[in-house]
């Protein structure tokens, strides 16, 4: 039976319950602090973010947890709940791993960014707990990365920025860890914003809150396929893009990236480009195009359109960047199908995970039965369906006895 999780999966509570037993766990020596952050989901705009061009995620319910107390040494240990292991490393000893990353490399990556780029940091011991689904292409590494950076963080020392912190955590990503991601999912967990989606430009780090339609939800369907879109394929598609850009840039002037390159640009010279090169470079720049035509769709109610850039949007990644899965194509056609879906299409990097839908509230319940009676047949997978709710960036949380706890 697939799991069917409600939106208010995490009421104050429930929160205020994994607190207290993520401070349980630790068995703290003195006062103990717990910091949080959350996945993602993006509404459109995929593999754009690293051909500095425009995106439109939406920090989501889904989070990890860090409660930890500060140790007098350079080093962290952490224990998560999860893999059920506890790791560690030293400051001393961090060096890009690139390949065979586990967990806690992500953690060491941000430690080493976090001091390249002249902050101070200082070690901890923690106990790490997660809400987001493994595998599911809901950014549970950029969320471990800004949680860490908060708990690495040296407390009397200026906090950088949500767009530059996002960009310290990317740097970790790619240079130690050696998946050459784009800033989106790092951005989207620390400026989240509640009741908004973020249109973020990658190329300046500029970010406008988009408010979500009222009567409007996000629904998360994940296949139950985790995303295999491995470094490697990524990697290759991110070079494919370049020398698209490349390409393109010796007969164009000031052409850098796609994001320099429009539609009519893309047409006139795509004879300069090999077949597949010419495909990845066709999803991205209409891709751009589609991001723009969605963030004017939503600001004016017309969702209409906003369904049908999505379609395309599906249909593009599919065909051209060649990075959907059955399972995928299954789930949207299935949301496609229900009165009330106003939206539907793959997220994230692809191969699998999930889909995100926009749907009118009336209908949550009804995409829900369709996706338990219909997609189980059709793919042999069992689904599970997250009604999100939009929450607010990384941060501390405070969890005090007989108060209500809040992110501050």
Request: net charge negative; proline share 6%.
């Amino acid at each position: 039976m697939p799991d069917i999780v409600p939106r208010g999966a995490s009421p104050a509570n429930q929160i205020e319950g994994r607190a207290v037993n993520l401070i349980g766990h630790l068995q703290p020596r003195g006062e103990a602090s717990l910091v949080r952050a959350p996945g993602r989901v993006n509404l459109i705009g995929e593999h754009t973010d690293y051909n500095s061009g425009f995106v439109l995620p939406a920090a989501i319910d889904r989070e990890i947890w860090i409660a930890f107390e500060p140790l007098d040494e350079p080093a962290v240990e952490l224990t998560s709940l999860d893999v059920g292991e506890t790791r560690s490393f030293r400051f001393a000893d961090l060096e890009p791993v690139r390949e065979g990353a586990t967990w806690i490399d992500y953690v060491a990556a941000t430690a080493w960014s976090m001091r390249e780029a002249g902050l101070q940091i200082r070690g901890f011991r923690g106990i790490l707990d997660s809400t987001i689904p493994t595998g599911a292409g809901l950014s549970s590494s950029a969320a471990l990365e800004l949680a860490s950076s908060w708990a690495l963080a040296d407390p009397d020392s200026e906090r950088p920025t949500a767009s530059r912190m996002a960009a310290i955590a990317q740097r970790g990503e790619n240079a130690y860890v050696g998946v050459n991601c784009g800033i989106m999912d790092q951005f989207a967990s620390a400026a989240g914003r509640v009741g908004c989606a973020l249109f973020i430009d990658c190329r300046s780090n500029e970010l406008m809150p988009v408010p979500m339609p009222a009567g409007l939800t996000i629904v998360v369907c994940d296949t139950g396929s985790p995303h295999r879109l491995g470094t490697s394929a990524y990697n290759e598609r991110r070079s494919e893009c370049e020398l698209g850009a490349a390409l393109i840039g010796e007969r164009v002037p000031g052409v850098r990236t796609l994001r320099d390159v429009d539609e009519a640009t893309f047409e006139a010279n795509r004879a300069r480009l090999p077949g597949v090169v010419a495909r990845r470079c066709e999803h991205v720049v209409r891709e751009n195009a589609r991001v723009l035509e969605t963030v004017a769709a939503l600001e004016a109610g017309d969702l209409e359109a906003v369904g049908r850039l999505f379609a395309a949007s599906h249909d593009s990644l599919r065909d051209l960047y060649e990075v959907s899965s059955p399972a995928l194509d299954a789930m949207v056609e299935i949301a496609q199908g229900v009165p009330g879906v106003v939206a539907a299409r793959m997220t994230g990097a692809g191969f699998g995970g999930c889909t995100v839908n926009l749907v009118r509230d009336e209908a949550t319940e009804e995409l829900s039965a369709r996706v338990v009676a219909e997609y189980p047949g059709r793919t042999g997978l069992t689904p599970r369906v997250f009604v999100a709710s939009t929450v607010d960036g990384a941060g501390p949380f405070e969890a005090v006895p007989g108060r209500e706890s809040q992110p501050r």
